[in-house]
């Protein structure tokens, strides 16, 4: 395999990412990857070697951070490339990976716009691909998510490039130590608690076990479902322009000239107007929930969703944005997995587990059967139609609303009241209000709820 500073020399022969007279911006987190990038690129003939801008973020959440921070200080004066520090200091009370990962990007848009940068490299490598597209093949995604991560991609006004995916995390090691380059390893990394550790410690090293090449061929199955992405969009954009009209805010659906286009297709329509026109997060659910609608027997019908709604009108389904006046909580879905804690925006901590795992509370644990539910479970605010299941021994359904009027909840208060059902949209769990007959004493699964102030008292991973 050729050298980490000729392929780079390679990838920039291909793709014309740089000219020599072009700034770069690196991330650069102090990690074996990033280091490793950011010693690469000095290490370039000078007729192709850019100039180069470091990005740091420091997000005091753990203690060694400080370290990290100062090594890339450090390294940065030693090899006079100019560095920009930004500290993260106001963390929010739940879903921190994901506004922490905010917080980054919008530094790295803000300092390309400030130094006329348009590049952003980031030190995303080989196994890092394996993982995510082991992850969303296990969670479920759409054909793009299943490709995981682009060498190039769209980033503000730019690109973002990942110059490492052909490279294993344990060669990225050893240029680090054979050319002197030094790094810094996260603690965090090291727990199985975290479901993305777990792939990198259990189940990626068992794919090499079984073929070395495992990585490379990874990077090869990503690479040719995009080239068939790529050549298929056109096609689907053309189809979509068939079916859709956009009016304004609005997007129009017609049902008739829909149904005519193939089944396979219908689907890739769907998911070209949700990720591609809409640009929200898509999963294969939210496809076959908007199939059902229009295919439906009900002429008038609605659909909500985060970010939008679907409204079937006879002959033609409107999609429209949700209105943020009218909203007086901002609309909350997630997925619950097996093995993990899910940050609340509104209320410490949800996690569903094996029923042999020791909480530290056991307080607000229901038990559940494999065979009656089916994973991943949802959690979201109740909707106006939801109904739960009532009584083990006399079994009967009632609706949420009638249960909110009925124990005499607040209006104001009822907006906020949220639901666990399970992955086919089946009510187990109205907190504090009511328990479905699926919940039990005792099972294989344990949900748990922890409040705001226990939240402390368990490990996390920030």
């Known amino acids: 395999m050729k050298s980490l500073v000729e392929t780079i020399q390679m990838q920039n022969q291909r793709y014309k990412y740089w000219k020599p007279t072009d700034l770069l911006a ?23 070697r850019p100039h180069l801008l470091a990005l740091h973020v420091h997000h005091h959440l753990r203690e060694s951070a400080t370290k990290d921070w100062q090594l890339v200080e450090k390294y940065c004066q030693l090899q006079a490339i100019p560095l920009v520090v930004s500290h993260w200091q106001n963390h929010p009370e739940s879903n921190i990976e994901a506004a922490a990962r905010q917080f980054r990007y919008e530094f790295f848009a803000r300092e390309m716009k400030n130094h006329e940068a348009n590049i952003l490299l980031t030190g995303h490598h080989g196994d890092d ?11 479920g995604s759409t ?5 995981g991560m682009k060498r190039q991609r769209s980033f503000d ?17 050893d240029y680090c130590i054979n050319n002197g380059v030094p790094y810094r390893e996260d603690e965090t990394n090291q727990t199985t608690e975290y479901a993305r550790n777990r792939y990198r410690h259990q189940i990626l090293p068992l794919l ?14 990503s690479e040719e479902l995009l080239d068939l992405l790529t050549i298929a969009e056109p096609m689907i954009e053309t189809c979509f322009n068939q079916v859709f009209e956009n009016k304004g805010k609005q997007w129009v659906l017609s049902i008739p000239l829909f149904l005519k286009q193939k089944e396979a297709m219908q689907r890739l329509i769907l998911t070209y107007f949700l990720t591609q026109v809409w640009v929200l997060p898509t999963q294969r659910q939210h496809v076959e929930k908007i199939l059902h609608l229009l295919k439906g027997d009900k002429p008038q019908a609605s659909l909500s969703f985060s970010g939008g709604v679907a409204k079937r009108r006879y002959d033609l389904i409107l999609f429209e944005p949700q209105k943020k006046e009218k909203a007086m909580v901002k609309p909350f879905q997630a997925e619950i997995h097996l093995n993990e804690w899910l940050d609340l925006p509104f209320n410490g901590r949800i996690g569903l587990f094996l029923s042999k795992k020791q909480l530290v509370t056991e307080e ?6 494999p065979t009656e539910v089916v994973l991943p479970l949802i959690i979201r605010y109740w909707q106006p139609g939801d109904i739960i299941q009532l009584n083990k021994k006399r079994p009967f359904t009632k609706k949420i609303s009638r249960i909110l009027i009925d124990g005499k909840v607040p209006i104001e208060k009822r907006e906020r009241v949220w639901v666990i ?15 479905s ?26």
């Open 129 to 139: 691909q394996v993982e995510t597209i082991l992850m969303r093949l296990t969670r």
């Open 437 to 462: 007959i699926w919940l039990h004493d005792q099972g294989e699964f344990k949900i748990a709820v922890i409040k705001k102030e226990e939240v402390q008292n368990v490990t996390s991973r920030y």
């Open 143 to 147: 054909l793009e998510g299943f490709a």
């Open 157 to 173: 006004n730019g690109l973002l490039v990942r110059l490492l995916l052909d490279f294993e995390k344990e060669q990225l090691y």
């Open 208 to 221: 090499k076990q079984e073929n070395r090449k495992a990585t490379a061929h990874f990077n090869q199955f």
């Open 421 to 435: 059902t399970d992955y086919t949209g089946k009510v187990l769990w109205v907190p504090g209000y009511a328990t």
């Open 26 to 48: 690196i991330a650069v987190s102090g990690g074996a990857d990033s280091m490793a990038l950011l010693h690469a690129l000095t290490q370039l003939p000078d007729e192709e």
């Open 364 to 369: 607000s644990v229901f038990y559940m059967k």
